[in-house]
């Protein structure tokens, strides 16, 4: 299958330049469960004959991996037991980790490609529908600098979404609430992790079920895990894609020293005032 024209394709905003095959001499094969990880390790070797190909199950041994020695080539799944894949991607671009990314998912959950919208990658293949010989291709078509998309994929990530979908609906701030109430708790302990009253998280939630139409706290944990705002592991944590980042930067705002600056930072200010 040729690849499709995808010329206006930007979430990596990569340089155009990139590497043949034979040149690539790390690749990092990121995906949870030793079985797929071990078939997709076989395909980067096929893509690859001549380079170190390391496979991760974790996003804590990817980014091992990846901050031990950087990739010229990653290949990244999105759902991993311990984090998840769009909340790796910032990481791994921040701190330059792999000169070219392929995101492997078939997800369709509307939060999560929306997430992928903002998220700086080289190429995202959907591994339900692609064959193994398009994955090469992609693999090849990234790392020389390329970027590839599946056609299935196109039009959730690239193109304008369409009208009136379940998210456009929702505030941030309540699609924030959608996200904590999405493993079943409560008011009090939403509000605290959130940094709200209880009754403010009631307000969102009566709000929450107005405008998705639903009747029970039951329907609200089976949307907010349809819409892909929240994953439940098999040990039973909840995992909130995209929301890692939000997370850490409240923890930051609302620390003691983010709310009241050092006092020589206070002087220095009044006297450059």
Known sequence: MPPPDISQFSPASRPPTGKSPDQIRRVVVAQWGRTYAEALTAV??????????????????TLAALRKEPADV??????FPDTDGVDLLPLIARENLATRVLVASHRREEHSLQAL???????????LEESVETLISALHLVA?????ISPTLRGAVIDR????IVMQKLTPMETRVLAELGDGSNNPAVASRLGLSAATVQ???RNLMHKLGLHNGGQLVCAAIRLGLVRI?????AIRPGFAMLSAQRRRTSSPAAAYPA??????????A
């Open 203 to 205: 307000t969102h939630r």
């Open 74 to 79: 990653l290949l990244i799944a999105l759902t």
């Open 44 to 61: 980067c070797r096929r893509a690859f004959p001549l380079a170190e190909i390391s496979p991760c199950c974790s996003g804590a041994e």
């Open 144 to 148: 020389n600098g390329e970027p590839y």
């Open 263 to 272: 006092r020589g930072n206070q002087q220095r200010s009044r006297r450059s």
């Open 233 to 237: 592991t098999p040990d039973g944590r």
């Open 117 to 127: 919208r903002a998220a700086r990658f080289d190429g995202l293949i959907d591994t």
């Open 161 to 164: 979404p369409v009208p009136g």
